[in-house]
């Protein structure tokens, strides 16, 4: 069976995007931003994101391009005869599957909020009223796992209609609507009056503020923000690096995905901080800060109503986007490693993630008092899981894969990234990589375990 491939470069650079541009950027970056010294934590991001974020995605680019295959026989195609960097492959598609039963969840809240906005829900409350929103959504299970399967069938659709023109076409459509209602939303909230006040606190560098943190921490805050971004460990960018095309440098590629991935990200805190800082609202963290904070300043503005349904469109499509990129991988991991036909792997993982959401869904009221891993709930649970253990170790396996004697090794990985015109990747870095940067990873590990 031959590899399907994208249509466009533009097309793999969107989807790519999509994927790595979730609700992490909307709902962490500004408020870390905030907290850490706006622009100095800015220039931490952007230094983490050149040092780490771009040579990882490189590497996991690298690995789906030349083997042409999703996790598990993409390793085993490189890897050296009789080693086991292929039981990562595994890991992998556990992560995917762990991410996608939380992250279902969430995707329906800012589907249901859309929906809310749009049908004048929020239009003859008071703005006290709105805490009662969320907390009445949290609290009815039947509701949230309508939206919840909303969005799996939705997404399964979609993927069911193959590379180009189902995950491909849409994609393209979306974040193209994503790119411009951000910078509507920005542009609106931008002239609001007192609107300056809040770009100040968000985007100039207030080393104060910084130096109360401590310096070390906004570093390792920046570091944590520009690892976690581009969700680097679990696969969901090599399956992208399977379907490309080899005219262009991976470095290249990497630069403009993590160029978009951040426009997002900077973006969102533009239209966040000014509205807060207008109408006197503390911009708070999480998802308090989407479905309670933003609804009270949405509710006090002229044209509120459209404003909202704008805003939770655009939330609805950066993680929509996610989950029918993810939900490409497990069916093209199903395919690659079963055999399967598209037809068939769609089936099974759409029953599987419908049946797999149902705990985060109940975690919230009827097993509202079942607390898994130290303490957290079932979303943050499976969110520890992913992410202080499944991302940072996946990352330092790809990259140890990459640049150790006992791996791919470091000339085919710099041959494979090198390959098409573009930036490339120097071959002086191989020291850096092979003794620093797992050293980073190591940090950030680490500190999510603590």
Request: proline share 3%.
């Amino acid at each position: 069976m031959s590899r399907e491939s994208f249509q466009s470069r533009l097309g793999f650079l969107l989807v790519s995007a999509g994927c790595a541009i979730g609700i992490g950027n909307v709902w962490r970056f500004p408020y870390v931003t905030g907290a850490y010294g706006g622009g100095v934590f800015v220039l931490f991001y952007f230094l983490f994101l050149i040092i780490m974020g771009v040579p990882v995605l490189t590497m996991e680019l690298a690995v789906g391009r030349a083997s042409r295959k999703s996790a598990v026989p993409g390793y085993k195609a490189l890897e050296k005869p009789g080693s086991k960097w292929h039981i990562h492959g595994w890991f992998c598609v556990l992560g995917c599957y762990l991410l996608m039963m939380y992250y279902t969840t969430v995707s329906g809240w800012m589907l249901s909020y859309f929906f809310k906005f749009a049908a004048g829900t929020f239009s003859d409350i008071e703005t006290a009223a709105v805490d009662g929103v969320f907390g009445g959504l949290l609290a009815n299970p039947l509701e949230m796992g309508v939206w919840m399967v909303i969005t799996v069938l939705a997404g399964f659709l979609v993927c069911s209609l193959g590379l180009q023109k189902g995950l491909e076409r849409i994609t393209k459509w979306m974040m193209c609507a994503l790119l411009v209602l951000i910078l509507v939303l920005a542009g609106h909230s931008l002239l609001l009056p007192g609107a300056a006040e809040g770009v100040k606190f968000y985007l100039l560098p207030d080393f104060q503020r910084a130096a109360r943190m401590g310096i070390g921490n906004v570093a390792t805050a920046a570091m944590n923000q520009a690892f976690f971004t581009l969700s680097l460990g679990i696969a969901s960018m090599e399956i992208f690096g399977s379907y490309m095309s080899r005219e262009h440098s991976l470095t290249g590629e990497a630069v403009r995905i993590c160029a978009l991935d951040t426009f997002v990200a900077l973006m969102a805190g533009l239209i966040i901080f000014p509205a807060c800082f207008s109408y006197g609202v503390e911009p708070g963290q999480g998802p308090g800060l989407i479905f309670v904070t933003l609804p009270k300043v949405f509710i006090d503005m002229a044209g509120g109503r459209l404003w909202g349904s704008l805003f939770f469109l655009f939330m609805s499509f950066a993680s929509f986007t996610t989950v029918i990129a993810v939900f490409e991988n497990l069916i093209s991991m199903a395919m690659d490693n079963f055999g399967w036909t598209r037809k068939k792997a769609v089936l099974i993982n759409c029953a599987f993630i419908l049946v797999a959401s149902i705990p985060c869904v109940l975690g919230y009221n009827l097993w509202s008092d079942v607390h898994i891993i130290g303490g957290r709930d079932v979303l943050d649970s499976e969110d520890f899981l992913v992410s202080n253990l499944l991302l940072p170790i996946g990352s330092l396996v790809y990259l140890l894969f990459c640049v150790s004697k006992w791996g791919w090794g470091f000339d085919q990985y710099l041959a494979e990234a090198n390959t098409g015109s573009g930036l490339k990747m120097s071959a002086r870095l191989k020291p850096y990589f092979q003794f620093i940067l797992p050293l980073l990873i190591l940090v950030i590990l680490i500190q999510g375990l603590i």
